[in-house]
């Protein structure tokens, strides 16, 4: 059985988190990997919808997603999350918490004025209209990875910020 990892998704709102983890995902499962996928926004409907967005409630949040992809590379699976996770600190003990030896950080480098173009909820507009506390990027800060094991910018296709995180699983074994 193939030993299980984690590839954790960190960068600003509208980044392509998202969208580069669910292809990642969907890329490791045509190879007949067993994955799980762990986005923000549907975690926090479903597994963190008591927490706010405080900075105790996101570290939190990132410690409730880091032992659910723990649980999964236990089993031998691959857990790919996409989380702002803004603090390096939490992402720390995500790493500590899955086991850094089968974690993999990855930063979505995207300016900032191209994730507000990208966003159709309109959020980043309500953050610096002062109707949304705690924004990241505006009204919160975003600790960007000083070490991330893979840094992408998320401008490109997905395919093309695909390649440098499959060429990284491949150097560490996982593909």
Known sequence: MRAGFCVWFTGLPCAGKSTLAAQLARDLEAQGMEVALFDGDVVRKDVSADLGFS??????NALRVAAAARAVVERGAVAVCALVSPYRESRAQAREL???ARFMEVY???PLEVCEARDVKGMYRMARAGELEHFTGVSDPYEAP????VRVIGTGTP???IAPIVDALRRRGRE
């Open 55 to 60: 900075r105790e409630h996101r570290h939190e």
């Open 98 to 100: 899955v086991g850094a």
């Open 108 to 110: 979505v480098d995207t």
């Open 146 to 149: 000083i070490d991330a094991d």
């Open 159 to 161: 395919e093309e910020a």
